[in-house]
């Protein structure tokens, strides 16, 4: 943008990264959010039609709690660009936090009919039917995960996740220590070994990896 300020695209995925920057903790929520609409509006003064950056803007309403307003812009943007990989995957994690599972599983899936590779599309519709309780199905998407990436942490982390609700707090355990083993400068992920220790009322491990957690990163909130 800073090359050419009128580049619509460019300031939609400038957007796009913020929002990037919020999912994975990178950046300071108010701020991350803050920014995506910012760059997102951007955008829009110069092109109103950009699929993208009504997509960004719409997830950005979204995690504000701005519900009706993010679907008008999330629609809108897939009605203008129905193969926009990106305006699907932010409507259906705005389904999804709506409880709206069925629906997200709809979206999900016709993005995986357009990218098969996507980790992303595979963790979102895992989530989606975890919460519809159809464990077994989850299971093996979580699996197709860790096929495509075995090198990121998302997959073991998502298969914990599922593991927990299940109840299987020891197994949880197991592939959260798998995640960070692959990111161990990640302290959120030994904060949730504490966590899970925690549910079994085993303690004293649950104190090592929080004081481990601390050790990696003392100033995380």
Do not use: C
Not at 18 to 42: K, P, V, W
Not at 45 to 69: H, K, M, V
Not at 78 to 85: A, F, S, V, Y
């Amino acid at each position: 943008v800073r090359l050419d300020p009128k580049y619509a695209l460019a300031w939609a995925r400038l957007g796009d990264t913020f929002l990037q920057s919020e999912d994975t903790g990178a950046g300071n929520f108010d701020a991350m959010i803050e920014g995506a609409r910012d760059a997102a509006t951007h955008a829009l003064e110069i092109n109103p039609d950009l699929a993208a950056a009504l997509a960004i803007l719409g997830a950005a309403e979204a995690r504000s709690g701005n519900d009706e307003i993010a679907e008008q812009l999330l629609l809108r943007a897939i009605t203008l660009e129905p193969n926009d990989i990106t305006a699907k995957r932010y409507y259906a994690s705005a389904l999804s936090n709506q409880l709206r599972p069925e629906e997200a599983i709809v979206q999900t899936e016709e993005i995986l009919a357009l990218d098969p590779l996507s980790t992303e599309a595979h963790h979102q519709l895992s989530s989606d039917l975890g919460l519809l309780d159809r464990f077994d199905q989850a299971s093996k998407i979580i699996k197709r995960m860790v096929e495509i990436s075995p090198n990121s942490p998302v997959g073991y982390y998502r298969e914990a996740e599922l593991e927990y609700t299940r109840g299987n707090w020891a197994k949880a355990v197991v592939s959260t220590m798998k995640a960070q083993e692959v990111d161990p400068d990640d302290p959120e992920l030994a904060m949730l070994i504490g966590d899970y220790f925690v549910s079994m009322e085993m303690l004293g491990d649950a104190k090592r990896w929080y004081d481990r957690a601390a050790e990696i990163d003392p100033q995380h909130p």
